[in-house]
């Protein structure tokens, strides 16, 4: 019996173990792996994370901070330097004296009338009026519509997850991590090729308020900068690992017009296999469970959004298994951009995606909106330069169409090929083991 391509990726994506720091780094992407010509093809996850080394990160990393290490404001980055500096001015004049934050909660001292609007502390998604920055994104404005987000990307063995989007033409809405894009810029190429929306989720993966005013703005800073350098787009929408942001951090991700995006649908499935979690993956799937249940019940008024990740074969695997119940389940499931309608989400105003009527028809192009929502995320002004006026906290107007997305298979030339990229950026192990030795 031939299995559904579902469960066939999602048995190769089973066959590697996972490790409790995998959340962040995908498994066994420790390096920069040989690209070889099938690759990009391959559902297999050990052919998919050979080593390769590409010039173009190559090139530029040394303006960058060192991977999976706390971002700081590279010495000679002038224009980051004076942007930070119009930013870190305005957060002292409308978030005064907002404090670091501890990793933790347990013991901490806080206000309990929560001045900071700290996510962490009491789920506040509202900062005061006079803070001037939107409301965090939490839900989409359409019923029965789910949003789909990916975190933690891109990842070296995500070719069965990103195949299974493709032949169902399923976007989705992916928040990589600078370090994950410089390990697997290949990988981050695909996305995008693949159309799927492009936002930040900093550059080491840490909670935001924990973190100093230069090394918050610097993880989205290079973040934002590596997305434009290896992709070519410049993302408008960022989400803080954990959800971890306060009134401090929303400053700054205003300051570089970054939207803020949360959820409010768990899954929990990066805790299953973390060390000492107390989550299991039966819960996971009860979690899924939930969501199913909720698109055929709730969500009358509006839709959600449902936060998922693609850090480790498990988490993929696990998505995949679900993928067909939540479209079964849910009217609708979009990939952010076309929930709000931003029909230009990216600072590129040549980029375009499609809003909500065009998404559900099956359009890949973009197509005006018949509602006044904003075709772009929105901003704030924080005297950086954003030059936007505070926006309303709710969501984008609804424009409910009324044609389903069809489900049809694509064929494999939809795919990244190792055509779409130029393969003298790729040098193969043995030519850099040779290099190596000769310099001995």
Known sequence: MRLSLAGRAAGVLALLPL????????????????????????????????????????????????????????????????????????????????????????????????????????????????????????????????????????NCSQNALYEYLREQKQRATMFFIG??????????????????????????????????????????????????????????????????????????????NLTTIIWNLETDDWRAQAVNSTVSEADVDKNYQKIVDQGKNNFTNHGGVVLTHQ????T????????????????????????????????????????FNAYISGSTSSSSSSSSSPSSPPSSTTGSGSGANAVSASAPASATGTVSAAASTTSRSAALRTSDIDLRHIVPASILLGIAYALL
């Open 19 to 154: 490790d409790a720091i995998a959340h962040l780094r995908p498994r066994g992407c420790d390096g920069h792996e040989l690209l070889i010509p099938r690759q990009t093809d391959s559902l297999d996850p050990t052919a998919q994370c050979q080593y390769y080394n590409y010039q173009p990160v190559q090139d530029i990393k040394a303006k960058y901070p060192t991977i999976w290490t706390t971002a700081t404001i590279q010495g000679s980055d002038t224009e980051a330097q004076s942007l930070f500096s119009q930013i870190n001015a305005t957060i002292q004049q409308k978030a005064g004296s907002v404090v670091i934050k501890p990793a933790s909660t347990a013991g901490y001292s806080y206000d309990r009338s929560d001045p900071d609007c700290w996510w962490t502390w009491q789920g506040c998604t509202k900062p005061a009026d006079s803070i001037g920055v939107a409301a965090d994104l939490i839900d989409v404005p359409e019923p029965h519509t789910l949003g789909l987000t990916i975190d933690d990307g891109p």
């Open 179 to 256: 370090s994950n894009i410089f390990g697997w810029p290949v990988q981050a190429i695909q996305a995008h090729k693949d159309g799927h929306e492009i936002c930040v989720h900093t550059w080491s993966h840490q909670p935001m308020t924990t973190l100093t005013n230069e090394q918050a703005f610097a993880e989205l800073y290079y973040t934002r900068k590596a997305i434009k350098d290896i992709i070519g787009v410049t993302p408008k929408c960022w989400r803080p690992p954990q959800g971890d942001v306060d009134n401090r951090i929303r400053l700054i991700a205003a300051g570089l």
């Open 311 to 314: 850090s480790t074969n498990y």
């Open 316 to 355: 993929m695997s696990t998505l995949l298994k679900w993928l067909p119940q939540l479209t079964s389940a849910w009217t609708h499931v979009v990939p952010l951009a076309s929930a709000y309608n931003w029909t230009r989400p990216y600072v590129e105003t040549d980029v375009t995606y499609p809003d």
